[in-house]
């Protein structure tokens, strides 16, 4: 009987690609690069101000519709992780499922979006390590993210961080792997420990929840609402990295699957009781503090500062594990499209060290553009929440890019006979199997609707202060520019690409199913 490897690679082989990368990821390893993308610890302090300035305490329920709605996603995402266990995932799932064009357009998103998203959450530490201690605030002045020295600095703590984690995915998964795991174990240790503080020093009861802080009520609430709803939306993203490691990842057809799901839920969970447990303890929902210093402000006023302080630390440990995750999905996106060839400078961007078994250029490149968007912030407060919001957008719009064609594929009677398909290695694959068509459509729903809610040019998200009239709409802009310059670059590598949907077996199940 062939070792989990040898079948692991031949299976790579069904899809036209020889290994490359090592295969040292287990279960709880792809478990932890899918709940450290996500990063309640990293996400949830970060951006707990803004929902609550919205929304008021009853924001709270904007996190399990924001849940319910990705988990939809989720679902999907684990039925195709089974399928297609290769690297760069939402580029493969969808060219699979649509064709080069959309396919493309799918991985280019998404590579903008994760560089994006390395800079957004390396911003974090500025929220928490001036917290802990007031040496981090290396500029001096106001160590606030809506200040021109807590901007400034925040780039400068970014910068840093992103440079240590580009050193840890040169080095090598292994590493990767190590830390990631390590740092989600004290992330979900940091987690339990936060709930359950906070909540032996409760103030009010969880009715709380009901209140919508002076926002409006009835109709009138709605809009505030949806403006809360941001907040878990910039939450709950990244679950898929578990997919994005799959050529990484022992027998992953049968562990993606399960890791996207656990990620999801495990995150899901926590971070609502984290929510609740925030606004029950807080000293005050009136006095203004919640929605301008939000839950370092809860941890340090209600735990003491020592106790405080260590709880903030493994926050930190949280973010920087967080960018650790995003940059290294992000880098095997950008080595999936260059092995073939549908990239500027593929042929240096696909070289995989063959002593690390690591893509070294794309962890690079990820690194600088990331820093890159972190640059363009020194001393602009206003930009932090306009290139959160647009990176999650883009996010969205990827995922879009592989519900929308994964649901006419659906209709036309995708996957076929699966009910019937034969077992791969000794276990069924996961399916939805009736519920299919029902939870995909729940998924695009969903999600479309979020790209409005998230791109909608609302001045109070995107130019608070009426600073400059193109934050207002910089969603759209920055949205617009993404596709204009990938439109270009696909010109170039549009016949690449064609011939490639062409050549690879689609869809690639039916190994699976003729077993």
Same mark, same amino acid.
């Given at each position: 009987?062939?070792? +989990? ?406 209709? +036309? ?103």
């Amino acid at each position: 009987m062939p070792l +989990k490897s040898d079948a692991d690679s031949a299976d790579l082989r069904g899809f036209g690609y020889e290994p490359q990368l090592h295969r040292s990821i287990g279960s709880y390893a792809s478990f932890a690069a899918g709940f450290s993308f996500v990063s309640i610890l990293t996400t949830v302090f970060q951006l707990f101000a803004f929902g609550f300035s919205f929304g008021g305490p009853a924001f709270f329920w904007t996190w399990p519709l924001v849940f319910a709605g990705q988990f939809m996603v989720a679902l999907n995402f684990a039925q195709l992780a089974a399928r297609y266990p290769i690297s760069g995932c939402i580029y493969q799932w969808s060219r699979r499922l649509a064709n080069a064009t959309v396919g493309w357009f799918a991985g280019w998103v998404m590579i903008i979006a994760q560089i994006a998203t390395v800079a957004a959450a390396a911003i974090a530490l500025q929220v928490v390590l001036p917290s802990i201690w007031s040496g981090f605030q290396l500029v001096g002045g106001d160590p606030a993210l809506t200040s021109t020295t807590g901007a400034t600095n925040a780039v400068i703590l970014g910068s840093v961080l992103i440079a240590i984690t580009t050193v840890i995915n040169v080095i090598g998964v292994r590493l990767m792997s190590i830390v990631n795991s390590i740092g989600v174990t004290l992330e979900i240790i940091g987690v339990a420990a936060v709930v359950v503080l906070l909540l032996t020093h409760a103030e009010r009861g969880p009715g709380v929840v009901f209140d919508t802080g002076g926002t409006g009520t009835g109709l009138g609430y709605v809009g505030p609402f949806l403006v809360s709803a941001l907040m878990a939306a910039y939450v709950v993203v990244g679950f898929d990295s578990a997919g994005e490691l799959s050529e990484e990842t022992r027998d992953p057809r049968h562990t993606a699957p399960r890791t996207i799901l656990r990620a999801l839920a495990a995150a899901g969970i926590g971070g609502g009781l984290m929510l609740i447990a925030a606004l029950m303890a807080a000293p005050s929902l009136t006095d203004g503090r919640l929605a301008t210093e939000g839950l370092p402000y809860v941890l340090t006023s209600r735990l003491g500062e020592t106790g405080g302080r260590i709880l903030l630390i493994d926050v930190a440990i949280a973010i920087a594990v967080c960018t650790l995750a995003i940059q290294t999905a992000g880098s095997r996106m950008v080595f999936s499209m260059a092995r073939d060839d549908v990239l500027p400078f593929s042929a240096a961007l696909r070289k995989v060290s063959p002593r690390t078994g690591a893509p070294v250029l794309p962890a690079i490149v990820v690194g600088v553009g990331a820093a890159g968007v972190l640059l363009v912030n020194i001393g602009q407060p206003a930009l932090f929440t306009a290139i959160t919001s647009v990176c999650i957008v883009m996010l969205y719009i990827a995922y879009a890019l592989v519900t929308v064609p994964l649901l006419y594929r659906r209709l +036309k009677g995708w996957p076929d006979n699966e009910e019937a398909a034969a077992t791969e290695r000794g276990g069924k694959l996961f399916s939805l199997g009736k519920f299919g068509i029902v939870v995909n459509v729940l998924a695009v729903v969903y999600g479309i609707g979020m790209i409005f809610n998230l791109g909608w040019p609302r001045p109070e998200v995107y130019d608070p202060a009426g600073a400059h009239w193109y934050l207002h709409y910089f969603s759209l802009l920055f949205v617009g520019g993404a596709l204009l310059a990938g439109g270009l670059a696909f010109l170039r590598y549009r016949t690449r690409a064609m011939s490639l949907h062409i050549t690879l077996p689609a869809p690639a199940v039916a190994e699976a199913e003729t077993a």
